[in-house]
């Protein structure tokens, strides 16, 4: 049998008898993406599966109406690999496109509607350019000198753990009658320095957030290795200084790097953390008095996470039964293949559901009652 001849049978076949089999697909919408504050416009429409399709053809953005071909021989031949990219480079600020799907002969046909999301990258905070020291050594301890390094703290616990340096921090240095000695700037590493200093001797150091940093900086809260924006420093020792992005800290947080399942306790045994590596595809709170809360005392529950995509409803972390929002219990969790998050509480007999925002940046979701 030609090809001709193929094509002629195919098509009988489908229209015996007035007859189409009404092809049908399955479509994913894939989310374009952010990198360093700037939209990337490379979101994608898929075809994953299909039944009864030979070829489809594609809507113009926004179309009204349907505006593509309408006829096979116009329309693309359905690779029989799967997935298939269909449109690219969509525009974070999504897009709607109609999909028509062909079975052999112009007139058997389906549409599909589809809406890319809308994912809105992070406002850029730079406030212009800070003016930053003159390149100086890494503080090494040396007696006559006092020096340190400035850092984006990203999550907010006064630890240095190779965090992004910050320069252009301004620094004043005062001996132990206040008498003004010097004023420094930190570098493009973060690092600044004063020699020619007395051994031994105690000097204040008094940190200064510049317009350039203050439109989105503060300081971070003291711990290990960081104090406040006023300093005693002895000379021959290093000082670090942590500021933070006030309206999201988490923003550049380094990966958990813990293996096993840790429960932490902070010393006014007040709150419990859990810590994991990322890897493990959940993880249970062991039985401790801390986790133990209920409706005769007050409690928050909070999680921080940065994800622009997921599949399903994923619970992010939850003391309930999540085959339904009915059951008794709390979840947070990420709403149904759509870019937000959400919130479910119920007592078994009545509940109540809450709906939020998520972007691709660090954000905080709690429950405090």
Request: hydrophobic content about 35%.
């Amino acid at each position: 049998m030609n090809r001709l001849c193929l094509l002629l049978h195919l098509v009988v076949s489908t229209w015996a008898y007035g007859q189409c089999d009404m092809p049908t697909l399955v479509l994913n919408n894939i989310l374009a993406t952010c990198t360093s504050e700037v939209a990337d416009n490379n979101g994608m429409v898929t075809i994953n599966s299909a039944t009864n399709v030979s070829h489809y053809a594609v809507s113009t953005a926004n179309a009204a109406s349907y505006d593509g071909a309408v006829t096979i021989p116009n329309a693309t031949v359905l690779n029989s690999t799967f997935p298939i990219v269909i449109i690219d480079d969509i525009p974070n600020v999504g897009a709607n496109y109609i999909i028509r799907a062909f079975n052999i002969v112009d007139d058997c046909y389906t549409d599909f509607n589809i809406t890319t999301s809308t994912l809105n990258c992070p406002v850029n905070e730079n406030c212009g350019l800070s003016m930053l020291g003159v390149d100086v050594p890494t503080c090494t301890n040396t007696t006559t000198c006092i020096g340190g390094l400035s850092f984006e703290d990203a999550n907010c616990d006064g630890i240095y753990d190779d965090e992004m340096p910050i320069g252009g921090v301004e620094i004043q240095v005062y001996d132990c009658n206040n008498t003004f000695l010097s004023s420094q700037i930190s570098d493009a590493d973060g690092d600044w320095q004063l020699c020619g200093l007395n051994a031994g001797e105690q000097y204040k150091v008094v940190f200064t957030l510049p317009e350039t940093l203050a439109c989105w900086a503060s300081f971070s809260q003291a711990s290990v290795n960081n104090n406040s924006n006023v300093q005693f420093v002895m000379a021959g020792d290093c000082s670090y200084l942590g500021i933070v992005d006030t309206e999201n800290f988490m923003q550049y947080a380094p990966s958990p790097t813990a293996d096993i399942i840790q429960y932490q306790s902070t010393t006014s045994s007040t709150s419990a953390t859990l810590a994991f590596d990322g890897t493990d595809s959940y993880a249970v709170a062991p039985n401790v008095p801390l986790f133990d809360f209920g409706d005769s005392q007050n409690f928050t529950i909070e999680i921080r996470l940065k994800s622009s995509n997921w599949n399903g409803d994923p619970g992010f972390i939850s003391d309930k039964d999540w085959a339904s929002g009915a059951n008794p219990g709390f979840i947070i969790y990420g709403g149904n293949n759509s870019p937000y998050w959400g919130v479910n509480i119920s007592d078994g007999s009545s509940r109540v559901d809450l709906e939020g925002g998520v972007y691709p940046r660090w954000r905080l979701a709690f429950i405090e009652c």
